[in-house]
């Protein structure tokens, strides 16, 4: 296996990521994150790939309506194609309304779960750090609470439906052992000072990661029962978006933004990789991984080492045992 750095300069400066030609026609997509950065290119290559109505999930509705207009005039297409919903990931209740709203939709055939933060200081929502609310538990619970609704939709369409959550690939830079508790580690993520808070935002996708394939794993839309959805997890790898946005400390943003200018892609180049998670040819082989330069990827990391997998195990018990308590019967769907 070569070492991450090698994979990530590689993929950076070496791989070319296709564009995105599937056929979206007809179809429903809900985009979160999609104001800006990788989310507002995604919206604009499924418009352009002809999807029939594409649901801007954002924070601030003021935004998602300047982002429409944008798609409208730059795609060409009439506003009917573009709804604006309001969505806060870091709410639970804001969640579940927009899961509640979702579920009165005729047809429902992909969602790309992209709103994410990255920053460098410590903040809470409720008692739970900023990124474990909006990277982890906002983006889970959405997924769960969508499931039903996309899969109805397919039965309905006869054509399977696609969740894609957003990771990231430096998840192979977290260090699952950090995680270790005689507690719950949800206490000790949401305790000040007792992770660094430079390494939550690869833990964040690492923990994301887990959970997704656990819920792939108990659901194969292959199985005789046939949930229908696919279920995909990708990175667009470094791209200069507003992920950065957060202030940091000078030498930290210098090494940042000349790193950045050597090796990133475009936001509409790693749009692409966010489209590509959900197209309609998604499978079994897609199905539960982890997927990098639009392809599965091979090299597993930390995150399939013997400490990770016990991580793993025990993370998803606990969080799923604290997101029935959220929202009861959620992890039934
Ligand atoms: N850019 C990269 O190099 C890179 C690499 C790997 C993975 N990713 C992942 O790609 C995804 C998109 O990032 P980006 O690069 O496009 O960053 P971005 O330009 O900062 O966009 C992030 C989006 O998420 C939204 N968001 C943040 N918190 C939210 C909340 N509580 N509720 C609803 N929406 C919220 C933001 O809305 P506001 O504008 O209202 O804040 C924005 O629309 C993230 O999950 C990120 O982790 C990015």
Known sequence: MAPYAYTLLRSQ???????????????????????????LEAARHLLNLDAAKVILAVRTISKGESAAQDLISSCNVPANRIEV??????????????????????????????????????????????????????????????????????QRTGS??????????????????????????????????????GTYYALSKLLVFYAHRHIASTLSPFSPEKSNVVLTLATPGACTSEIFRDEMPFAQKVFMSVMLKVMARTTEVGGRTLVHAVSPSMGEGEHGKFLMDCEVATDGYGVESEAGQKMEKRWNEELFAHLESIAPGCTKL
């Open 160 to 197: 399977k439906g696609r969740i894609a959550i957003i990771g990231s690939d430096l998840m192979y830079t977290a260090d699952p052992t950090i995680l270790e508790t005689d507690g719950r580690i949800l206490d000790k993520l949401n305790t000040q000072d007792a992770i660094p808070i």
């Open 85 to 154: 919903w309001q969505l806060d990931m870091s709410s639970r209740d804001s969640v579940k309304a927009f899961a509640k709203r979702a579920s009165g939709l005729q047809r429902l055939d992909a969602a790309i779960l992209n709103a994410g933060v990255l920053s460098s200081r410590w903040s809470t929502i409720d008692g739970v750090e900023h990124h474990v609310a909006v990277n982890v538990i906002g983006t889970v619970l959405l997924e769960l609470l969508l499931l039903p609704t996309l899969r109805r939709s397919a």
């Open 13 to 39: 400066l070496f791989v070319s990521i296709p564009v995105p030609t599937e056929s979206f026609s007809g179809q429903t997509v809900i985009v979160t994150g999609s104001n800006t950065g990788l989310g």
